[in-house]
């Protein structure tokens, strides 16, 4: 294998790109399935690319390794959180080591810039976490799926259920920045009632106090906000400590498993919307999460479940396709299928290659061994399709 | 804006303001004393955050874990001074920041190999979890209320320090003219040292004390160390004095702008223009305070060095 590598990199200093292709092909159905999985595994957001990997690893250990009964190899590629380094080392995944596949990817930024060089490139690009709205809408690209959600239903979600819970008076703070103001648009795309005020903070803000002020003498009837990382566990624990935990705390990617071990006790009780939680009862989740706690001993966050589901996707689609790689239209057509059971119960791909799928209220809970877990408390959004699926025509490949 | 709610902010501002003050009196006696600049000062914040964070985990006390994360944080920083900073003193600045930017790097990188890139969390203690209710629904946490006491006797202590004590007099000298006091006799590279070390621990203090307000994870200090940049600017470079005003006018403009900006706008431009345009100006502010101080005192409010 590794002979054959060196001898295709001289080939390809010699004689060119194009005399390498030919003997790739003839040995492409003996070669294994190379997949490369982007997350982010360096800097602060490192704990959500961790979460990633693992899911997808674990998924990849269900299946012993093999992807639709081929054997399967997984390049791990660290983005950094950089989108030129990301960029550069994708590019270097597809062109230098081959990768039939890209997977993963946690933040909205960094798939933005692989995108073109992944999908131009004729590669499945399959997003486990970011979700964009534009890619899911008029940006929307037959060489790309999202086994996620777009960015905006998780705020939409809580939105409705404010709106189902019947708070009258709602103030929303979130982040000074793209993903934080759309945030704030989801929320209100559900919400009839009054927003009491909006509060932006600059990204890098650590300290509370002053907007938590600002919140106690607003009395509203709840907060919505989307502080994701370390920004949602300064939050969770000064709102707890400032004496607020009475106002109802509705959030999206502020409260889940990867920052959960942080916040503690303080986000008992604390509200977010999500697609999953580890308490789904299926007998498909009941085993991810028995299995990841055994593994990796830590209670995973939808970005693991999302990328488990992800490995079991491009099972089902590579075993209807025979194995077969190179025809991109079937290739894409046993992905669309969605031929797999999901950790979510309800899971299909629409028209955008966004899922079709249930949107949840979950609420953080302590367990009875000391652990942090969201847990659902009732369904929001049944088998939804994303709002912008109606602006997306979907080019054929 | 009711009174209360402008007295519990300013109380805010003075809180942001104190542990300021604790990570700029380091930096402004190292960079004063020493000429030297040290972009890593914000990662022996971090380190004493983590110190704090272990040793609360195996001890189960955050009393003994700020007793251990001290010395702790000062045989870090006297450590990173023997390893690194002392090949750097006759270097240019240039050279100085660059290696100490790789020190960042690397310690940034070091603690998340170590403890993992989640957030860790240090549990506030016992005797101070409760809260002071000032205001209708909001209870003003009793901890908040013990950093800003603790900060201000700190404060007293390195006053003392420098005014009054022998040692303090020669880091007085130093930063006024520090070849001179070589000249004397005066062994300044120990002087440095102990210098050094001192406010490595004054950083690992704000971060033992931080701890249990903020999340302890990798890159916590890089966001404060630009803080702490304006505050010694502002100061003047060297002066304990001016750190300490600098600190507190820092802390108060950041934590005033924040939560009146938003309104101050709302009189002259439509509610969602306000909460962009506040929102933005607010984080101007301290800056915009900057250039105004330095426009008429260039040298900061307090000037040392002899010029």
């Not at chain 1, 010699?14 to 294994?32: D, N, T």
């Not at chain 1, 909006?198 to 009395?219: G, H, K, M, N, V």
């Not at chain 1, 006790?265 to 009862?281: E, Q």
Request: aromatic residues 10%.
């Amino acid at each position: 294998m590794t002979m054959r590598i060196e001898l295709g990199r001289r080939a390809a200093l010699g004689l060119g790109a194009s005399a390498l292709a030919m003997p790739l092909v003839a040995r492409a159905q003996a070669a294994p399935v190379k997949v490369g999985l982007v997350a982010v595994l360096t800097g602060p957001q490192a704990s959500l690319g961790t979460h990633l990997r693992d899911g997808f690893m674990l998924g990849m250990r269900h299946l012993e390794n093999r992807l639709g009964g081929r054997g399967a190899e997984v390049l791990v590629i660290d983005d950094e959180l950089r989108p030129d380094a990301a960029v550069t080392k994708v590019r270097a995944a597809i062109e230098r080591d081959r990768c039939d596949v890209i997977v993963g990817v946690v933040f909205s930024n960094i798939l933005a810039a692989i995108m073109r060089p992944v999908t131009e490139a004729q590669t499945f690009l399959i997003s486990t976490n970011a979700g964009p709205s534009p890619f899911a809408g008029r940006g929307c690209n037959p060489f790309f799926f999202a086994t996620s959600y777009v960015n905006d239903q998780n705020h939409a979600v809580m939105g409705q259920a404010a709106q189902d819970a019947g708070y009258r008076r709602v103030m929303i703070m979130t982040p000074n920045y793209q993903a934080g103001r759309d945030a704030a648009a989801g929320f209100k795309s559900r919400y009839r009632g009054e927003v009491v005020d909006e509060i932006y903070t600059p990204l890098t803000q650590l300290d509370f106090s002053a907007e938590l002020a600002r919140i106690a003498a607003a009395r509203p009837d709840a907060l919505f906000t989307f502080m994701p990382g370390g920004l949602g566990v300064n939050l969770v624990r000064q709102y707890r400590q400032a004496g607020l935990g009475n106002i109802p705390f509705l959030s999206a990617f502020t409260v889940d498993e990867a920052v959960l071990p942080a916040q503690g006790d303080a986000a008992v009780g604390f509200f977010t919307g999500t697609t999953w939680t580890p308490t789904l009862p299926n007998e498909q989740n009941a085993r991810f999460v028995r299995d990841f706690e055994g593994q990796f001993n830590y209670v995973p966050a939808s970005y693991a479940a999302h990328a488990y589901d992800s490995a079991f996707l491009l099972d089902s689609a590579i075993r209807r396709t025979g194995g077969n790689m190179a025809d991109k239209g079937a290739l894409r057509a046993a992905i669309k299928a969605a031929d797999f059971r999901s950790v979510r119960g309800n899971f299909a791909f629409g028209a955008n290659h966004f899922p079709v799928q249930d949107f949840w209220l979950a609420k953080v809970a302590k367990r009875a061994d000391g652990k942090f877990q969201t847990e659902h408390e009732r369904k929001v959004f049944d088998n939804v399709t994303d709002p912008f699926a109606a602006e997306c025509r979907m080019p054929a490949g | 804006m009711s009174t209360t709610l402008l007295l519990v902010q300013g109380l805010n501002g003075l809180q942001l303001g104190i542990l300021l003050f604790l990570i700029a009196a380091g930096l402004t006696l190292v960079f004063g004393v020493m000429d030297f600049i040290n972009l890593a000062h914000g990662v022996q914040y971090m380190v004493g955050a983590y110190f704090a964070a272990f040793f609360a985990a195996q001890t189960g006390s955050f009393w003994l874990a700020l007793l251990l994360a001290l010395p702790a944080a000062l045989l870090f920083g006297l450590l990173l001074e023997f390893l690194v900073f002392r090949h750097l003193y006759d270097r240019d600045h240039m050279a100085q920041v660059l290696a100490t930017f790789g020190v960042i790097l690397v310690l940034n990188q070091g603690v998340k190999m170590v403890f993992g890139a989640a957030p860790l969390q240090v549990p506030l203690p016992d005797a101070l979890t409760g809260g002071i209710r000032v205001m209708e629904g909001l209870l003003y946490p009793t901890y908040r209320l013990a950093i800003i006491a603790g900060g201000l006797a700190t404060a007293g202590l390195l006053w003392w320090l420098v005014e009054r004590t022998k040692v303090g007099m020669l880091v007085r000298a130093g930063a006024t003219n520090a070849p001179m006091v070589a000249a004397l006799g005066v062994d300044i590279r120990r002087l440095f040292m102990v210098v050094f070390g001192f406010g490595a621990m004054l950083a690992g203090f704000a971060g033992v004390l931080a701890a249990p307000i903020l999340s302890v994870e990798p890159g916590m200090g890089d966001n404060l160390l630009i803080l702490a940049f304006v505050v010694i600017v502002i100061g003047g470079i060297g002066s304990i004095r001016g750190a300490f005003l600098a600190a507190l006018l820092v802390g108060l403009v950041e934590t005033l702008g924040r939560s009146l900006m938003p309104d101050l706008m709302r009189l002259f431009l439509s509610p969602s223009e306000a909460r962009q345009v506040g929102a933005a100006l607010s984080s101007m502010l301290i800056y915009i305070a900057m250039a105004a101080i330095l426009a008429f005192r260039p040298a900061g409010l307090f000037p040392v060095r002899a010029s």
